[in-house]
């Protein structure tokens, strides 16, 4: 099997004509695929997860170090008010963090590349780690703040360019699968937060420093392994336009020595993109064969966020005292939340490329409003009868679980799909903006949604699912085994742009002939290349 190593050009293996397309096989996970799609994540998205949770455990903690800090400063104690304000800057400053870090990494990724950009953003996670569990030591709360900004700036970039880097590495037929890497290594990330905060390892008054410095230990195992790993082939031949680099990064990642049929294919993009300067944000939005394109992208990003898994959050702990719990072991019985999510998250890798995004799409965010409004009826009921809450605990692990199998990780495959190479950074831009927005409005309303609306909040939330679920099925394409050319085909008439002229936007050289790419091959390498034959 020939699996193609550009998620956008490859197109369907036919063995023979009149027969279907060969589906993925075992060939298609070539070790070097795996450890670099692992450790990518570890020293990314896992961080990502890690420190949206690890705050949870120390609050008490933490906000006491505040007030003890303030006091010795001032001679006084801080008043209530101005520690809630302390502590909700601390916690929602990393989405302005990661708002800077999606603005950025457009250039950072022309410039460097997809990898390097991955292991240049370990200064920015290291220098956090430092700030954070030494704050205590140096007695300055203003050094936690600094260090959760940059935290959050890593985040940024890194939920950018780790999808890239992995639409750009995998075969088309495990192109799904390889970018639930993820989803799954935030879920585990969480997860991970959840169980170091526990009291019997670093969730004490003395130690709860240290939960911010095990940051270090993802940032080195990737700087250590990582630079043995290839750059992405794709980068390296049609923004760096070289052909031996990216000969090898497609041998190693596909794990055979012929890799012609995949640089073939490529060069196809290259022949339209060899003067082809990388596309503006601006640029990308003026662009009418990929305006849908935008728009569900933003959507799905937007619902990412506003789909109400923050509030879910909020309510767990409060569901589980209702329920009987024993405050003291309610931190390990909330574990179950942090696996449930982990587990369904691994589900929808497994089943991606059998099932198809639009199935978990859309069944996950329907899903999702039914559990939420059995929800609503339980929390609004719950005093009435005892056996309430234990269906507002299921109902809870059931939105979790929902949310990981589809929403949660499939929007960031998507935009890796959408777009050609030139487009594909400031797609991801305008993601990762939308996504960090969305991240900080929800920590900035739902507090007065929650005040206002009390337990039929989630009625609100049930809202933003159906309209997103009612949008990504009028206008969302499979694009499960789908070449750029094809997807783009799904959305030709929606973006009323002829299939013609969508085709030659989006490298239509994959339709010439063996010929005729080959002699385009030859006069692409021409300007300072070696001349090599394309069998």
């Known amino acids: 099997m020939d699996p193609a190593a550009a998620p956008e050009e490859d197109t369907l293996v036919a063995p023979a004509a009149g027969k279907g397309p060969r589906r993925a096989g075992k060939g298609n996970w070539s070790g070097s695929l795996i450890v670099a799609s692992l450790i990518g994540a570890f020293g990314s998205s896992f961080l990502y997860g890690y420190n949206l949770s690890v705050v949870n455990a120390p609050s008490v903690y933490i906000k006491k170090f505040y007030n003890e800090t303030w006091e010795r400063r001032y001679g006084f104690s801080v008043d209530e008010s101005t520690l809630t304000l302390l502590w ?3 916690v ?6 990661g708002l800077v870090g999606a603005i950025i990494v457009t250039p950072i990724v022309k410039f460097f590349g997809r990898k390097c950009t991955l292991l240049l953003n370990n200064v920015f996670a290291v220098t956090a780690a430092l700030l954070m569990s030494l704050s205590l030591l140096a007695g300055s709360f203003e050094m936690l703040i600094l260090g959760r900004i940059i935290m959050g700036v890593d985040a940024g970039i890194s939920l950018s360019a780790l999808p890239m880097y992995l639409s750009e590495i995998s075969p088309k037929e495990i192109r ?3 970018g639930q890497v993820t989803a799954i290594f935030i879920c585990v990330g969480v997860f991970t937060g959840q169980v ?20 270090i230990v993802p940032s080195l195992v990737q700087v250590m392994i990582l630079p043995f790993l290839p750059e992405s082939p794709r980068y390296l031949l049609l923004e760096k336009h070289n052909t031996t680099k990216a000969e090898k990064a497609f041998q190693t990642f596909l794990g055979k020595d012929d890799v012609s049929h995949e640089v073939e294919e ?27 394109q935008v728009i569900t992208v933003v959507v799905t990003m937007g619902c990412y966020q506003l789909c109400g898994l923050n509030a879910i959050w909020y309510y767990t702990n409060n569901i589980f005292n209702e329920a009987g719990i024993n405050p003291e072991t309610i931190p390990y019985v909330a574990l179950s939340t942090g696996a449930v999510e982990t587990l369904a998250a691994v589900f929808s890798g497994l089943v991606i490329e059998r099932l198809g995004r639009r199935p978990l799409l859309i069944g996950g965010f329907g899903l999702m409003i039914v559990f939420f409004a059995i929800l609503t009826v339980s929390l609004t009921l719950q005093n009435n009868v005892h056996w309430l809450p234990y269906l507002s605990i299921f109902c809870i692990l059931a939105i979790i679980a929902s949310f990981c199998i589809g929403p949660g990780g499939i929007p960031f495959v998507l935009t890796g799909e959408f777009f050609q190479q030139s487009q594909r950074p400031a797609a991801f831009m305008i993601a990762g903006t939308v996504n960090w ?28 699912c159906f309209a997103g679920a009612t949008y990504l099925f009028f206008v969302l394409p499979e694009t499960k085994n789908k070449t750029l050319n094809e997807i783009s085909q799904a959305f030709a ?6 299939l013609e002229m969508q085709e030659v936007n989006h490298y239509s050289g994959e339709r ?12 692409s390498v021409d300007n300072g290349e070696t001349k090599k034959g394309i069998v």
């Open 196 to 215: 170091l905060g526990l009291p019997e390892i670093f969730g004490t008054e003395s130690r709860w420093p240290y939960l911010f410095g095990v940051i």
């Open 92 to 97: 929602s400053i990393f989405a302005i963090g």
């Open 512 to 523: 010439k002939s063996s010929a005729e790419q080959e002699s385009n091959f030859t006069s």
């Open 493 to 498: 008439k929606r973006n009323k742009v002829s």
């Open 88 to 90: 909700s800057i601390t």
């Open 266 to 292: 490529v060069l196809a993009e290259s022949r339209v993109q060899r003067n082809t300067k990388l596309v503006s944000v601006l640029q990308l939005l003026k662009t009418r064969s990929v305006r849908w």
């Open 176 to 178: 799904g699968s390889l």
């Open 437 to 464: 927005l969305s991240n900080f409005a929800v920590g900035l309303l739902f507090p007065f949604i929650q005040s206002g609306l009390q337990t039929y909040c989630f009625l609100v939330f049930a809202a933003i």
